[in-house]
């Protein structure tokens, strides 16, 4: 859906996220000033006291960066131009684009892991809970969430989709990546597809936005109101209207786990699992979760 209307839905989404963000966090900074005993990013169990001033321009920065570019790119069509003598453009999931994509994470996440633990000092396994769980631990408590999130998610978004979305819309359009998916048959291209979804975006993606951007919300506001504000911002820059609210509601998930084990590498797992059980579908019925 890359159309002017599913942009403007988009920007005015995460619009009203930033703003609910900005208020918050100085309902918050209130409260703690007339109650300053009262350690609200302390309930739960992710640790966040590790986060400062710092972090949260960093996670103010990203938003607003996201805030604009989503206006800039409102109208604007993404289909493919055609090029002198007929040659259409490279297509957008060719393998030089996604391995360019699965560098730029990595470094991303390198630069960011850099800044934390080297300038900022910050122990990353205390911070993120790495050492909490082995690897059976992490695999059951990714098991248990996950497992009744799908249902919740299943049954929740083809409730609104049947409704709400396609009375009100019309017929949804898939994920351009999920087109590319279900109608490649090039094994290098389903490998790719396979380590970016399944290894590269569960790991950069939950450092992000549980770890990173879940973490400075709690430190300068409470759990709930970091789940939400992030959950939001997590649906919303995926940049398809239709799966707004089912990535809405497994970021939650997400977060929950999160905060009920402390350990980030539960929703990483959890997030590996969905996007396996999601790509097998595509390559086996055409259609995702």
């Known amino acids: 859906m890359n159309d002017p209307v599913s942009d403007q839905v988009l920007f005015d989404l995460l619009l009203l996220d930033a ?48 805030l604009i570019s989503l206006g800039i790119g409102r109208g604007e069509l993404t289909a493919p131009s055609e090029l002198p003598g007929g040659q259409n453009e490279e297509p957008l999931f060719s393998p030089e684009n996604l391995l360019t994509g699965l560098i730029f994470q990595g470094v991303l996440l390198t630069i960011a892991l850099g800044f934390l633990s080297g300038v900022r000092k910050i122990n990353l396994s205390e911070a993120f809970g ?30 609104f989709n049947h409704v709400i979305f ?44 549980r770890g990173l951007i879940y973490g400075v919300f709690k430190r300068y506001g409470e759990r709930i109101f970091a789940n939400v504000a992030s959950s939001l911002f997590f649906a919303v820059i995926h940049g398809h209207v239709p799966s707004v609210l089912p990535l809405c509601l497994l970021a939650v998930a997400l977060c929950l786990a999160y905060e009920m084990t402390g350990c980030l590498w539960v929703p990483v797992v959890m997030h590996a699992l969905f996007n396996a059980l999601n790509l097998g579908l595509v390559w086996t019925t055409g259609i995702e979760l």
């Open 19 to 66: 703003l609910a963000i900005g208020i918050g966090l100085l309902v918050f900074a209130v409260l703690r000033v007339i109650h300053p005993l009262a350690r609200w990013e302390a309930r739960g169990n992710v640790y966040s006291a590790a986060f400062g001033w710092q972090e949260l321009v960093l996670v103010c920065g990203i938003v607003s960066w996201m």
């Open 166 to 209: 396609e009375p009100a819309w019309g017929a949804m359009e898939p994920q351009p990546v999920v087109e590319a998916i279900a109608r490649e048959t090039s094994l290098k291209m389903k490998i790719l597809f396979a380590v970016s979804a399944v290894v590269v975006a569960p790991v950069c993606e939950e450092f992000f936005f």
């Open 130 to 159: 790495l050492g909490r769980f082995g690897v059976t631990g992490v695999f059951g408590w990714a098991i248990i969430v996950l497992l009744p999130a799908l249902a919740i998610i299943a049954g929740a978004t083809t409730w």
